[in-house]
């Protein structure tokens, strides 16, 4: 790989060798000093100390999230937890792309291959995997055990058709498992193409108010993100925002842009059955920045308080303070953080300069 530590996920192993083996590279040291002295800021109604963190997806269980902690990322989000087992999909499941500028939000056809050149953008395409809750359960709660002060653990999870007599209530069962470990904070994924319409369910709003209804009725008292999708204009998400306003606590937004990732022959990269993937990294940050601003417009209209946590295409500390300038309570990073470790030290380093 050019240019590039060694990645703390594995992209030439399949998810199953990444979970038993990982993490990779520096997140196998634990023995770092990550604690660069900062005043904590104010996240939610917590202390953190730099609100700052990975998203749901590269952090697959407690040794990555431990290791996470340790080189200081302070909001670690558990990937993605369903109420059964789920098999991922074959390999490959993450290539580098290489769009020609930026990538619109119309689903592009762009070069994938396993070059990993920076300014990096990948795309990911795992069918969101999940072990049985007696395995997640256990491990999660191992996850948050490894917190340190001013550290928490964001339990992320979705919905699976057909798992409960609704999805509405796989979500709310799915919720309800993930409060059992202890997790602060809880993120109902909507963005993974799922049953609403359009494919992704957070463009299906009233499913949604449903969704966030019924979670918050079997888990009244912890604080709920949802998992946002790139809505193209303001009065594409008002409506949603109106609709859960003082039901759920935040958003956090984007979780990718779907292109068309292609071989050098044309041939669809990850495999005929699945001609569309997931694209985050570099190519997505317009996107993320734009929602980010458009929550934050939208927010002081509704004149209400959720949190946003900006996520998309962040690899550097320019990139975090763009996302806080642009209303961002907390930023994340997938891409930049699976590629240098170091980035959550190199942030903090570099703002208290
Ligand atoms: C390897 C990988 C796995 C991912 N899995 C999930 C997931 O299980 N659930 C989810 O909500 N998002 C998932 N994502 C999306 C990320 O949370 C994030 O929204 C996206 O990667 C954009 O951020 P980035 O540009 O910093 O990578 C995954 C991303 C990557 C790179």
């Known amino acids: ?42 996240f939610l109604n917590m202390e953190v100390n730099l609100p700052f963190g990975i998203p749901a997806g590269p952090l697959l269980n407690a040794n990555f999230i431990r290791a996470a902690f340790k080189h200081g990322f302070d909001l670690c ?37 396993n070059q990993y050149t920076q300014p990096l953008s990948i795309t990911n395409s795992f069918g969101v995997p999940s072990y049985n809750p007696d395995i997640w359960q256990a491990d999660m709660a191992e996850a948050i055990q490894s917190a340190q002060k001013g550290q ?15 999805i509405e209530k796989d979500y709310a069962r799915t919720a309800a498992l993930v409060n059992e470990t202890k997790a602060p904070i809880l993120e109902a994924n909507l963005s ?18 449903r969704i966030a209804k019924e ?25 949603l925002l109106s609709k859960l306003d ?36 570099d190519a997505i940050r317009w996107a ?31 990139h975090y303070q763009a996302y806080r300038a642009a209303g961002a309570d907390a930023v994340m990073s997938a891409t930049g953080a699976m590629w240098n470790p170091q980035l959550a030290i190199e942030i903090k380093k570099s703002l208290n300069k």
């Not at 087992?85 to 291959?113: C, M």
């Not at 993974?192 to 108010?209: A, I, R, S, Y």
Request: charged share 20%; hydrophobic share 35%; with cysteine.
């Open 152 to 166: 928490y653990v964001i339990g992320s999870f979705q919905g699976t058709p057909g798992n409960e007599s609704s």
């Open 77 to 113: 989000v558990y990937k993605t937890v369903r109420s059964r087992a789920q098999a991922s999909h074959p390999l490959p499941n993450v290539l580098s792309i290489h769009p020609a500028g930026k990538l619109s939000a119309n689903v592009d056809t762009v070069l994938a291959d």
């Open 215 to 239: 979670i918050k009725n079997v888990v009244p008292d912890k604080p709920l993100f949802l998992k946002l999708a790139y809505f193209a204009d303001d009065n594409a998400i008002f409506p």
């Open 1 to 42: 790989m050019q240019n590039s530590p060694t990645p703390f996920y594995n992209p030439l192993l399949s998810y199953e060798d990444n979970y038993h083996q990982g993490p990779f590279g520096d997140f196998r040291n634990l023995n770092v000093s990550a604690d660069i002295q900062s005043q904590p800021e104010r």
């Open 246 to 281: 003082g039901v759920i606590d935040g958003y956090s937004t984007i979780n990718t842009l779907s292109a068309r990732p292609v071989d050098a022959d044309g041939k669809p990269a990850l495999g005929t059955d699945r001609p569309t993937g997931g694209v985050c990294g």
């Open 288 to 318: 993320g920045l734009e929602m980010v601003e458009r929550l934050a417009r939208l927010r002081a209209r509704l004149q209400n308080h959720f949190a946003i946590i900006g996520v998309g295409g962040v690899s550097c500390t320019e």
């Open 192 to 209: 993974c193409p799922n049953e609403g319409v359009n494919k992704l369910l957070c463009f299906d709003f009233d499913k949604v108010e």
